[in-house]
């Protein structure tokens, strides 16, 4: 049974950091690109951070490029990401992904994790 568990989403103040974490299960996490989407309340979903499935090149939105950090962690099935220097337009609902890089039409979502940016 794949599943994708995120965790770490809170209420922070302006400024401040969060670690969010997804942990996986059920596939092989090394055959797959990892992402971390966002959705704000009326608006669309949108990529956040990825992750090639070696680990190696990585993409970020503009809005969060020099704030924020994906890593992984292939023996543990798990990928991060560091959310530094927060702002209240980061508030959103974060949601993990994994693409199979072999097959690109199979991909998974966790159920997301709630980040509230306010002070």
């Known amino acids: 049974q794949v599943q994708l568990v995120e965790s770490g989403g809170g209420l922070v103040q302006p400024g401040g950091s969060l670690r969010l974490s997804c942990a996986a299960s059920g596939f092989t996490f090394n055959r797959y690109i990892m992402s971390w989407y966002r959705q704000a309340p009326g608006k669309e979903r949108e990529l956040v951070a990825k992750m090639a499935h070696t680990g190696g090149s990585t993409n970020y939105a503009d809005s969060v490029k020099g704030r924020f950090t994906i890593s992984r962690d292939n023996d543990k099935n798990t990928v991060y990401l560091q959310m530094n220097s927060l702002k209240p337009e980061d508030t959103a609902v974060y949601y993990c992904?994994?693409?199979?890089?072999?097959?690109?039409?199979?991909?998974?979502w966790g159920q997301g994790t709630q980040v509230t940016v306010s002070s």
């Open positions: 992904n994994a693409l199979d890089v072999i097959n690109t039409k199979r991909d998974y």
